[in-house]
């Protein structure tokens, strides 16, 4: 059956509370949003100060750009880049579209509310649902056209909001298609390997979704969670962060480590759909998102995947007798459906061996309990 990437939780809803708060109105926090290492799966005294270990920054114009790819893929599952040739004022104009959103009283943002088994709209991110205490944020999910959820949010110039996503789209994608040929060339695989990827390598059928995160100021940051910590379910994600820091990563060894916002540059997350398809070379990045308590933070995240039924199994030049393949094939519909079953657990769900060091598995995140 060809399906739709919006049909992935049609088996999977998920009923979040609708009545979302107006946080500019809480003054203190609420036992609700007060968060202690119990309630995340990863606990924070883990932070790193001042750790001399920081995200790669790439500039895609460096000679050696296959080079550094590989290597920020390999050890760290996340890099920043400059000189991509998004423009400035894309950038811009998609914040400022994201802020008057999120702006809107909550009664006419919740004119938009997305639907327990939609994938389109506003809402808490998904993967509350998974958690006893809720996150400092809203988020508003973009696949396919806005225009119907637009409508509601700006009856009169929902046009000029439309045509900003669809710009910002048609960028990301290219940006998008262009990453992924340096991340799959970084490990000797060719166009000839991916024939979903089309004759010319566009990723003309690939899927995608906009994800607007808003993060209001909070009056206690320290016990507030933004964003919990996840790895997206994507090939890569390009994630726009503006010029307030709150994304974290963590890195093994060191532990949280804040990936500092730089004017124009993005940020590139490795997914789980690219760790399967590399056969476990490249780890998707474990991250979250903290909260401040005198900045509004805005990021924007393009999720990048292949069309929405074509399976994604271990590239056969990365198996052979001495590296089986670690994961069965699995369509983005059936992962997505997967994560929102087993959230953390759902790309061990998906794998065939256990890893021979599994105590060490950079994947099995589980293990950093
Ligand atoms: C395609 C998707 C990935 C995502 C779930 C979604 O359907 C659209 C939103 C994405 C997002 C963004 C915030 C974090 C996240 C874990 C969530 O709850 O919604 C990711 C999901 C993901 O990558 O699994
Ligand atoms: O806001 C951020 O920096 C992180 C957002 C994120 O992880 C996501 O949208 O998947
Ligand atoms: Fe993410």
């Not at 995340?40 to 050696?64: M, Q, R």
């Amino acid at each position: 059956m060809h399906l739709k990437l919006s049909d992935a939780f049609k088996s999977h809803p998920v009923n979040l509370q609708l009545k979302h708060p107006d946080f500019n109105s809480l003054h203190e926090l609420p036992d609700s949003y007060a968060w202690t290492n119990n309630d995340d799966h990863y606990p924070s005294f883990l932070t790193s100060f001042g750790a001399d270990d920081s995200v790669p920054v790439i500039n895609l114009s460096d000679t050696n750009v296959l080079k550094l790819t590989g290597h920020a893929c390999k050890t760290w599952g996340v890099f920043q880049v400059t000189n991509h040739g998004i423009q400035q004022k894309l950038l811009d104009d998609i914040e400022s579209a994201g802020k008057s959103l999120f702006s809107l009283p909550v009664q006419q943002k919740l004119k938009a509310a997305r639907s327990p088994d939609g994938i389109s709209g506003y809402g808490f991110a998904r993967i509350s649902s998974f958690f006893k205490k809720l996150m400092w944020s809203e988020g508003f999910t973009i696949v396919g056209s806005p225009v119907d959820h637009f409508r509601q949010l700006w009856p009169q110039d929902y046009d000029k909001f439309c045509n900003i996503i669809e710009e910002y789209e048609k960028e990301m994608k290219m940006l998008a298609g262009r990453l992924m040929w340096l991340m799959l060339g970084s490990l000797g695989i060719s166009m000839e390997d991916i024939k979903w990827a089309g004759s010319k390598g566009e990723f003309k059928g690939a899927s995608a979704a906009l994800q607007l995160n808003s993060y209001p100021a909070c009056p206690e940051p320290d016990r507030a969670m933004g964003l919990a910590a996840h790895t997206d379910s994507t090939l890569l994600t390009i994630l726009y962060q503006s010029n307030t820091s709150g994304l974290q990563v963590l890195r093994e060894g060191t532990g949280w480590v804040t990936v500092p916002p730089m004017p124009g540059a993005l940020v590139i997350n490795v997914g789980d759909l690219f760790h399967i398809l590399s056969n476990g070379l490249y780890p998707s990045v474990l991250h979250r998102a903290v909260v401040n308590r005198t900045q509004h933070r805005l990021s924007v995240a393009y999720l990048f995947g292949p069309p929405a039924s074509i399976q994604i199994s271990p590239l056969s030049k990365l198996v052979g007798p001495s590296h089986p393949p670690l994961y069965r094939p699995i369509s983005w519909n059936e992962y997505l459906g997967t994560k929102a079953k087993h959230f953390n657990k759902a790309l061990s769900s998906v794998r065939l061996c256990a890893p021979l060091n599994s105590l060490v598995d950079v994947n099995d995140h589980n293990s950093v309990k």
